[in-house]
């Protein structure tokens, strides 16, 4: 799988975490950026990792700002992507089981490296379910949110 990451100078010091989590597991890591702690905007480099993702360059994607919320609100302004901050194993994997959850994002100010070696498989190793047999109420509900999604 290829996984686009990103992040802000506040998500610099983890993004080679994250990195290297990604390669672990026989992923492809696309670097976006940043590649400093330099101040820069997350919403820059939360739409590189979005753009991966809707052009197909991309399955997944991880982005790392301050708090996480940031990238979370931004990335799921685009269109076709499905983000959310999980700080836990549970919500990690289920927000891609359940939810169709297409991008992690962490707060590089409240996790540390420990927590994101294991958020990253979570995350990767989960899959959605909405398709499997008896997936259909999952998918009725991901129907409903890229309805919504159209709409707005």
Known sequence: MKVAVGCDHAGFPLK???????KALGHEAIDVGTWSADSVDFPDFTKK?????????????VL???????AAIAANKMKG?????????YSAAQGV???????????????GPEL??????????????????????L??????????EQEN
Request: with cysteine; net charge positive; aromatic share 4%.
């Open 64 to 70: 790392i700002c301050g708090s996480g919320v940031g």
């Open 16 to 22: 080679q975490v994250v990195i290297e989590s990604v």
């Open 139 to 148: 998918a009725k509900r991901v129907g409903k949110i890229k309805k919504m």
């Open 116 to 137: 994101v070696k294991v958020l990253v498989p979570a995350f990767l190793n989960a899959r959605y379910m909405g398709d499997d047999p008896g997936g259909e109420r």
């Open 81 to 89: 992507i499905y983000a959310s901050i999980c700080h836990d194993t």
């Open 97 to 111: 089981m359940h939810d169709a959850m297409n991008v992690l994002c962490l707060g590089g100010r409240v996790i």
């Open 49 to 61: 990792v979005g753009e991966k993702i809707q052009r197909g360059e991309a399955e997944r994607g």
